[in-house]
C-alpha cells in the first residue's frame, strides 16, 4: 500500500518534472504546426486568391515532403476573406480561438490595415501577400502584421526602370482609380519619377495631372479622349482586373498607346489573358515571373504549382504565398517555437529564401527586401494565348526601398 | 370575459434566459465563437429594429445599413478622438446620429412616397451615405477607420476596462438586452399601438386623429436609434469600421433575419439572425458554396415557410396546445395572421 507521503512526494515530483520544460511533450509528437490561410475565396478577387492559395499549398507539401520544420509537418486552414474587412476579421478570430496564431494570406490593403490592431489584441501574426497600402509599414505599423512581398516601393522600382529605359520620356500622367490604391500607386510612381529621372537622366520630369476614374466604371470613353488631348509621352494604369481590361479595349480604336509607353502597375497576366492578341503592348509589374528565375527553389516551385494546378502560367501571388508559407517554416525553426512572441522576434530581420532569390525583413517596419519584377507584353497573333511576354528584368529592392518609418506617414516628393 | 395576463413577465423571462445563455457561453467555447456571438447580439438588434418598422410600423426601408454605419462612425471616430467621452454617452451620440439620419432621410423619403417607392428612396439614401463615406478623407475612405480601442465603462466611483477578456462582449449581449427591452416596450405601448393601427389602415387612422406621417416618422427615427447603437455596439467589437457597413448588401441582413426568423413574432429576427449565424458558420470552410447554400437555404426557408422559423413554431405549437400557444403569444406585437398580411400591407401602407 502506497503511504499518503509517498504520494504526495510522487506528486510533486511529478509535477516539478513537467513544469521544467512542458514542451518535450510536444517536441516529440511531431505534431503538426498550424497555419490559417485567410485570403478571398470567392467574390471578385477569388482568382487572386487562387494562386494564394495553390501557392500555399504548393510551398507547404514542399516544406513537408522535405521532412517539415525540425520534423513538423505544416498543417494549413483555409477561410475565405470575401475581400471584405468584416468578414476576414471574423474569420481570423474564428481560426484565433481555433489556435492558429499564424496566419498569411491578405490580399486586400483594408484587410491588411485591419488586422493590424486585430492581431495585437488577440497575439497572432499575419503575413500579407499582397497588399500594397504605404499605410502597412508607416502610419499604420503594427509589430504584429508583416509584409513579406514587395510594398509600396515596386511602384518606384518600376518608376526606376523608365528612367533606365527611357530617358527620353520625360512626360508621365496617369489612369488612376479614385480610390486609396490608385492614389498610393499614383503618389508613389511620381515619387520615384521625380527621383530617378533627374538622378539617372539629369532631366526633371513634367508630371501632368493624372486622369481619376471612378471604380468599376464600364465606360471609359470621356477619360481616354481626355488622356488623348495630354501631352505625356507615358502613362501609368492603375486600373484593375477588369477595369483595366476594359479600360484598354476601349482606348485600342482611338490608338491612345501607339505613341505613349504604358506602365502597368500589377496586372501581371490579367489584363493579357482576358484580351489576348488585343492587348496593346506594356510593361506591368509582377511579383514573381517563374521565367525570370531561374533559382533551383523556384523552378521546382514552379514545376510542383504546375501538376498541383495544370495552370501552366501561374501569376506572381503564388510566389508570394511561397514566401509566406516559407519564412513562417524559417522562422519557427529559427525561434524554435510557434509562440507569437518567438516568432515576431525570429521573423525580423530574417533572411530566408524564396521563389525569387533571398528576402530579408527589416527589422524596424516589418517590410521585406527583394527584387522587384517587371515584365513587358505584348500581342502575339497566331499563338495559343495570344501575347507574349518580350522582356522580363529585376530590379534589386535595396536601392529603392524607402527608408523605414514606422508611425509615421511615408515621406514622398510631389510635383511642384 | 377573462382578462388578459400582462405579456411582460414571458416576454423578460425569454430575455433573461437568452442573457444567461450568451453570458455563460464563453466557459464552453473558444473566443472565436464567443466573437461571433458578439456579432448576432449586434445582429439580433438589428433584426429587432427592423422588424419594429415593418411589422409595426409598416415602413419597408432598404436602407437601414445607412443608420448601422452611422452610429458605428460615430463611435469609432469617438473612440479614436476623444477617448475622454464616457461610452454610455458615446453609445447615447451613436443612437442620436442614428435618429437624425433617419429623420432627415424620412422627412424627404415620407413625404410624397410609399410603400416600394419609400422603400428605393431609403436604398438610395444609404447608396449616397456609402458614397459620402468612402471618399471622405475623415471617414478614412475606402480603409475605413481601424484600430478601435476597445472602451472602458466609467461611473461615479470608478471605472471599468472592457478591452481584457470576454468583458466587452458581456457588456454587448447586455446592451443589445436593454435595446431588445426598450423596443419591446414601445412595441407594446399607446404608441405601438397607434403604429400599427397607422400600418393596418392609415386612411382610419387618420380620421380618427393620428397623424400618420409624424407617427411614421417616429417609428424610422426609433428605428435608426436602435440601429445605431447596433452599429455603435459593432465597432469596438471588431476594431474597425469600413464604407462596406453602409453598403446596401448590409440592409439585406436585418431583412432576412426577419424573413427568416418570422416577422410575426417579436422575436422571429432574433431567431433568424441565430439561424443565419448558425448556417454561416456551418459552411464556413466550403469556400464559394457558402453563399450558395446559405442563399439557397433563406431562399427554401422564406418561400416554403412565409411566416418563417418562429411563425412556423408557433403554428405546431398551436396545433398541439391552442391555450398554452395562445399564451405564448399574447403580447407579440402582431398575430401571425396578421403579420402575414402586414408583409404586403407593409409595402403598400
Redesign the interface.
Known sequence: MISRRALLAGGAGSALALSVNPRIVVGQTNEPIKIGVVTP??GPQ?FIGSFVKSGAEVAAEMINKAGGVKGRPLQL????EKA???AA???A??????GYNLQLGTIS??VA??Y???MQ??NGINLTCGAG?E?LNHE?YTSNVFRVGDGTYRMRAQARFMAEKYPEVTSWTGIIP????GRTVWAVFVDGLLEFYPALTGKTPTIVPPVLVPYGSGDYRNFITQMMKSPAKGVVNATYGGDAATFFQQARPYGLFRDRILMDAANEFIVANALKDQVPKHWTGSHWYYANNKSQLSQDFYQAYVAKTGNRMPMGWAGEAQAAVSAYAAAIAKAGSTDTKAVIAALKGLTWDTVTGPRTIRAEDNQAIKNLEVIQIEPAPGTDIGFKVSDSVQIPGAPVIEPATPGQKMALRTAS | MTRDRSPAPAFLLTLALLVGCALALPAF????????AG?VAINVVLGLSYNFLFSTAGLLSFGQAAFSAAGAYATALLLLNAPTVPFLLVLLISALVGAVLAVLIGVIALRRTEGVYFAILTLAFSELVHAVI??TRFFG????L???P?PTLSYGFGAIDL?PGDRYYAFVVVAAALVTAVLWWITQSRLGRSLRAVRLDPMRAAFLGIDVRRRRLQAFAIAGAATGIAGGLGAPL???V?P??AHWAESTKPILFTLLGGAGTFWGPAVGALVYAAVE?GT??L??A??LITGGLLLGVVLAVPGGILGVAVRLLRRRDPARSRAAERGEPAAPAVATRAAPAGGAS
Do not use: C, W
Request: no cysteine.
Open positions: 475565396l470567392s477569388e486552414e483555409f477561410r475565405d471584405n474587412p468584416a476579421t471574423t474569420v478570430r474564428e481560426l484565433l480561438g481555433l490593403s483594408t490595415l485591419a493590424g490592431p486585430l489584441q488577440e497600402t499605410k499604420n479614385d480610390h486609396e490604391y | 467555447v473558444n473566443r472565436g465563437v464567443v466573437f461571433m456579432i468612402a471618399k475612405r475606402n480603409d475605413g481601424t484600430g478601435i476597445r478591452g471588431t476594431s474597425l469600413s462596406d457597413l458558420y464556413r470552410s469556400a464559394g457558402s453563399d
